[in-house]
């Protein structure tokens, strides 16, 4: 009787086990499925890159061309999102504006990936004093506010967009680099690393070889969510009249025209507003998403 | 000859959208509402009159600063030896008469008698000749020692007399005193506060300080014994108001949801502003126009070495059909009628309209937009548009030039439109902000900019002179013939020939195309109902010491 039973629960275990077993990409997407805001955050993400391409063809007018006698115009037939206080055209320059505000995230977060990944990598694996040395300098940077740190790049470097990525980018390297430090940390013990170092394969060939791809994934992640700060902040940096110079549409800057027309000429401000929140809400949806895909830690 | 420092004059007399108090001082009348004080006078007046401003005093002290900013404030703590009456004529008010000697170099003033400090000192010839010899001692490094510059000594010849000696004749130096700057200071407190002076002003004004918390507000009230000699004052005594404040709030946007709670009564609004307060239930709005101001672009040029004649105007300036391109380019009506809501008159030459000097047969020397034209004197250039993106070029090298101006929100509008029509000619521009501080410490170096929009404000034509005796733009335009003119008009007396004068140099700067005149603004305030008896002085200045603020 014994026998019998005990290969009835190994036929049931077996059975359990293939129900659950599955190749981490079908994890993935079930996951995902079932993630209605990960799937708004997908679209929401999906409508804005679509629009950054194909905008300024759709765009109806000139995104600069100043009609000073059209000024003020409300939303309405002729123009959807009404004029501005050169009169121009709100709907024309909210479409230009979405490929500056998702150019800055995106460049921004890949500068801040690259540079964040390669110091992160490159001091957790040598450690001792270099990694010391490393680190204090990154926790001076993370002392400051992100924002503050931007503003004093871009104050250097003289306001521009570009200098706006560069210096978002900059911003964003410390943090980038502690977390992978942390994860280059926990893969250097590995018995793999030891094999390879056994080998007698060099630094370089464990570092890029070995240690890079078991620890990216996390950091990818990371960088995901970071793309709706980026673009908030380039905005923001740009509001402030440090990034996106006149007459280029990027929200952040066409936000701030708006600002002193809110009491009267509401459109001015109120479109980029809603474009950058529904282009911020969107990255964030999608990236808390990822990170609840991804993380095995979270419920399932 | 003189050294006029205008840098600090500008900075001092600048046009600031944002306040009120300008100065100035020719044409145009004083808007008064009826004095209502003489009805009302007995009880339930005073109240606290609050106006906001973009930024704070400096020091109280009017011989360390030109600061507009302080000038608005401390204006109102100190008086000046003469002013001007309603009709825009010289009017003794520290001093009951003056006459000036043949030669045009003796300047005798005969002291009003019984006036005292806030402090209590008496007021006399001893601190007249105290506050001129304080001003042009070179310890004192005043700013302003300039605009005296011919000033030689000053000489009490009795209690109440004092006589004032120029080294050469001097047109504009009766109007250069003519203003608070050279306001009379209390000798003794002087003395007593030395380097703290600026801290605890005391002068012979309507108000004093009460309370300063830097960064945030002023605080002035009533000098108690004030008598008022103003001829456009009806209250001769100490004002109605408990207190005149000034607020911080470099946000237009804080100040109007301030002013709409009433916790500031009195407002300058900027052009884009006045849609807003175009329903006058609540409040009642005063148009005054700048009178002597006068805005243009300028271009970069290179110093002149002290003394020599000649104008060296930075490439691709230095070609007159460049700078003639940028004149025909900029249509100033178009900004007048949008971004400046109206609020300016275009002047086609330097002088600003207000002055007597003003000449409007002027508009025939100067340029009137043809953007065609323009692009004419573009090509005749070499500059032309060969790969199609909008901007010219010559052998290879695109016209892409970068102007300055310093932060403002109505400036920032006017120059994105500036931008636009000459990028419509082919010209590319590049806008570049700051701070009216650090733009003006960083003009002298014409290496990064190339055009400025700039705005200059004088009660004097002398203002001719003034601006071409700068560190930058056309301040290093000592074209010889050009200074020739104008020193030869500040150094006559005749009202006619120095009229001639001015404009004959206008004619030479417009030929030139040393500077592209654009217009003399207009400016706005704003007053609550439950303010009552406000009006404007000589030249639009606002009159505190008859308002009471109901509450």
């Known amino acids: ?300 | 000859m003189t050294t006029f420092d205008a840098t600090n004059a500008l900075a001092g007399k600048r046009i600031d959208r944002r306040t009120l108090g300008k100065w100035g001082a020719a044409a145009g009348l004083g808007i008064g509402m009826a004095p209502t004080w003489i009805a009302s006078a007995q009880d339930g007046i005073g109240g606290d009159i609050s106006i906001p401003r973009s930024g704070d005093v400096d020091t109280f002290d009017p011989h360390h600063t030109v600061a507009g900013l302080s000038f608005q404030a401390f204006r109102h703590i100190y008086e000046p030896l003469v002013s001007y009456n309603m009709d825009l004529e010289y009017e003794g008010i520290l001093a009951e008469s003056w006459e000036i000697s043949e030669d045009g170099l003796t300047y005798t003033f005969k002291l009003r008698q019984g006036v005292k400090f806030q402090d209590g000192t008496d007021f006399n010839a001893a601190a007249v000749k105290f506050t001129f010899d304080r001003v042009i001692d070179p310890v004192t490094a005043a700013p302003s020692a300039g605009w005296v510059s011919a000033l030689k000594e000053t000489n009490v010849i009795d209690d109440y007399t004092v006589e004032m000696v120029l080294s050469e004749n001097f047109a504009p130096f009766l109007s250069n005193i003519a203003v608070e700057y050279f306001g009379i200071v209390s000798p003794t407190a002087v003395e007593t506060y030395g380097e703290d002076f600026g801290r605890n002003p005391v002068g012979t004004g309507a108000w004093q300080l009460k309370e300063w918390a830097a960064g945030e507000r002023v605080t002035l009230e009533g000098y108690a014994d004030y008598q008022n000699f103003h001829s456009y004052a009806d209250n001769k005594g100490k004002p109605l108001a408990d207190s005149l404040n000034f607020l911080n709030m470099p946000e237009s946007e804080t100040a109007m949801a301030a002013f709409e709670t009433g916790q500031v009564n009195i407002m300058g609004l900027d052009p884009n502003d006045v849609r807003q307060f175009e329903d006058q239930t609540e409040h009642t709005v005063y148009k005054q126009t700048d009178v002597g101001s006068i805005a243009f672009v300028e271009f970069a040029t290179e110093p002149i070495p002290e003394g020599e004649s000649g104008v060296v105007f930075k490439a691709p300036f230095d070609d007159i059909n460049l700078r003639q391109a940028v004149a025909y380019g900029i249509n100033a009506d178009e900004i007048i009628a949008t971004v400046l809501e109206g609020l300016a008159q275009r002047n086609y030459g330097p002088m600003p309209m207000g002055l007597f000097a003003y000449d409007p047969a002027i508009e025939e020397y100067g340029y009137h937009f043809d953007a065609e034209k323009a692009k004419s004197l573009l090509a005749e250039s070499g500059w032309e548009d060969s790969d199609g993106d909008g901007v010219v070029e010559k052998d290879g090298e695109k016209l892409e030039v970068v102007l300055w101006t310093w932060t403002d929100s109505t400036l920032e509008r006017v120059i994105q439109v500036i931008q636009y029509q000459l990028g419509q000619v082919g010209i590319g521009v590049k806008l570049e902000q700051q701070e009216a501080g650090a733009l003006f410490a960083n003009l002298p170096d014409p290496t990064p900019y190339n055009l400025v929009f700039m705005i200059w404000g004088w009660s004097e034509p002398d203002i001719l002179y003034m601006m071409t005796d700068t560190n930058w733009g056309v301040g290093n335009y000592r074209d010889a013939d050009y200074r020739g003119i104008v020193t030869e008009a500040r150094q006559t007396t005749d009202f006619d020939e120095r009229k001639a004068l001015y404009f004959q140099a206008q004619q030479k700067m417009l030929a030139d195309a040393a500077m592209v005149p654009l217009w003399t603004s207009e400016s706005v305030s704003v007053v609550r109902k439950n303010v009552h008896g406000y009006k404007q002085g000589p030249g639009g200045s606002d009159v505190f010491t008859e308002i009471w603020v109901e509450d």
Do not use: K
């Not at chain 1, 005990?6 to 275990?13: A, E, I």
């Not at chain 1, 994890?27 to 209605?36: D, I, M, Q, Y």
């Not at chain 1, 540079?115 to 300098?137: A, E, K, N, P, T």
């Not at chain 1, 936000?255 to 809400?281: H, K, M, S």
């Open chain 1, 1 to 300: 009787m014994q026998i019998p039973l005990s290969s009835d629960v190994s036929t049931n275990v077996t059975l359990a086990n293939q129900r659950i077993i599955r190749t981490p990409f079908q994890v993935f997407r079930r996951r995902l499925r079932a993630s209605t805001m990960t799937l708004t955050g997908v679209a929401m993400v999906l409508a804005v890159i679509v629009l950054a391409i194909i905008g300024p063809y759709v765009a109806p007018e000139d995104p600069n061309e100043m009609n000073l006698g059209n000024r003020f115009m409300a939303p309405g037939r002729e123009h959807w999102f009404g004029t501005d206080d050169f009169g121009r055209d709100m709907l024309s320059r909210v479409l230009h504006g979405g490929r500056e505000s998702l150019m800055v995230g995106i460049i921004s977060i890949a500068i801040a990936l690259v540079i964040g990944v390669v110091v992160g990598l490159v001091s957790g694996y040598f450690g001792g004093w270099f990694d010391m040395v490393v680190q204090r300098c990154i926790e001076v940077m993370l002392a400051f506010p992100d924002l503050l740190l931007a503003m004093a790049i871009v104050s250097i470097l003289g306001p521009s967009l570009r200098n706006v990525m560069i210096a978002i980018g900059i911003g964003g390297v410390p943090g980038n680099a502690r977390f992978m430090r942390g994860l280059v940390l926990a893969q250097r013990e590995r018995e793999f690393v030891d094999a390879a170092i056994v080998s007698g394969a060099g630094h370089g060939r464990i570092i890029f070889r070995y240690i890079l791809p078991n620890s990216i994934s996390p950091m990818i992640v990371l960088t995901f969510m970071g793309v709706a700060g980026a673009i908030l902040a380039g905005s923001a940096l740009s509001f402030i009249g440090m990034g996106a110079q006149p007459p280029s549409p990027e929200w952040g800057a066409m936000l701030n025209q708006g600002r002193q027309y809110l009491r009267t000429e509401w459109w001015i401000g109120t479109f980029p507003g809603i474009v950058l929140v529904f282009t911020a809400l969107g990255f964030n949806l999608l990236g808390d998403g990822l990170r609840d895909v991804l993380d095995p830690s979270v419920g399932n």
